[in-house]
């Protein structure tokens, strides 16, 4: 196994954000670790899950196709995300560290924490990512977004190997030009504007940046994160006095397609909603923001050489 002193930090992050990359990930970075520890609550900072851990590393995929802003949101909610893609990367990037460098590492899970509940991660994901560079927190519910990239989908992994960190972006990328003169002429965002149940308020300040952001999670989630849905519906299976009553709970049209989803294993069975974000210029039309705009990017530099 290799020691420490024989491993050059700078050349090992080159190499594991260059994996990450050739894997499929648009961005990658690594975050402070004593910035995280002094951010996240207890019981959620990086040494809580890994203690001897020395590096966080944020990785972030690429959203929707730029295709999927054009179609209704009944059919948006089918297509999901590519979170998983992410996760996947992570979980060989983890791998790669331990097999290349020698040093421990772990995909960082996730998912909600069982002693904190289903809205309650094990670990902040947003926060990683944040403070490595690849992101920043919007108008929209704090989802962060990327200047180039736009709306992204992001994963971490600790290894007790100690890399350089990266800083967090200099500049927000949110509000747009565009947002702001909105929010000149209406008082809204599109973002704020066009949110089904109006869970999003803000200010944007003078300077033209975010002022204050303000998120309604619970009218959020009534509509979009309903992890309580599928066994509130068999409690009222199981409590129903009559078969009609059970089989209506059961067989409801809007429950019916709750069952089709979770046979179907559609990855959009949670967080369907993605109103603001097909509202929202930077994360549809940023740079390199889908396969499409990235696609002509690269014709444009091919055509260049």
């Known amino acids: 196994m290799k020691r420490s002193r024989d491993i050059d ?3 090992a992050k080159a190499a594991i954000l260059d994996y990450c990359r050739r894997k499929g990930a648009l961005a990658a970075g690594v975050a402070d670790l004593a910035a995280i520890e002094r951010i996240a609550p207890p019981g959620h900072r990086p040494k809580d899950l890994m203690p001897r851990v020395k590096s966080v590393i944020a990785l972030g995929v690429g959203g929707q196709t730029q295709g999927a802003w054009t179609v209704p949101a ?3 909610g089918y297509f999901g995300s590519t979170e998983t893609r992410a996760y996947k990367i992570a979980y060989g990037c983890a791998f790669f560290i331990e097999q290349k460098f020698g040093f421990r ?3 960082c899970p996730p998912d909600m924490d069982p002693d904190g ?4 991660p094990l670990q902040s994901l947003k926060l990683h990512a944040e403070l490595a560079g690849i992101g920043a927190r919007s108008l929209a519910g704090d989802i962060l977004l990327h200047p180039e990239y736009g709306y992204m989908y992001f994963a971490s992994v600790f290894t007790e190997l100690e890399l350089p960190p990266d800083q967090p972006m200099a500049d927000n990328p949110c509000p747009a030009p565009s947002c702001v003169a909105m929010y000149r002429s209406i008082g809204q965002t599109p973002c704020m504007k066009f949110c089904p149940v109006q869970c999003l308020t803000g200010e944007v300040g003078e300077d033209g940046k975010q002022k204050v952001m303000r998120y309604d999670m619970a009218a959020c989630s009534e ?3 309903q992890y309580e849905t599928v066994p509130t519906r068999i409690v009222e299976a199981i ?3 009559t078969e009609a009553e059970r089989e209506d709970a059961l067989f409801d049209p809007d429950n019916k397609m709750l069952w089709y989803k979770v046979s179907a294993g559609s990855g959009g069975w949670f967080a369907q909603c993605f109103e603001c974000m097909r509202a929202c210029p930077i994360a549809t039309k940023a740079p390199l923001a889908d396969p499409l705009l990235r696609g002509q990017a690269q014709r444009a530099a091919a ?3």
């Open 74 to 76: 009944k059919a948006l």
């Open 9 to 11: 930090p700078i050349a």
């Open 105 to 107: 590492s772990v995909y």
């Open 223 to 225: 509509m979009s994160q």
């Open 303 to 305: 055509e260049k050489k």
């Open 239 to 241: 409590r129903a006095e």
């Open 117 to 120: 509940g289903p809205r309650v």
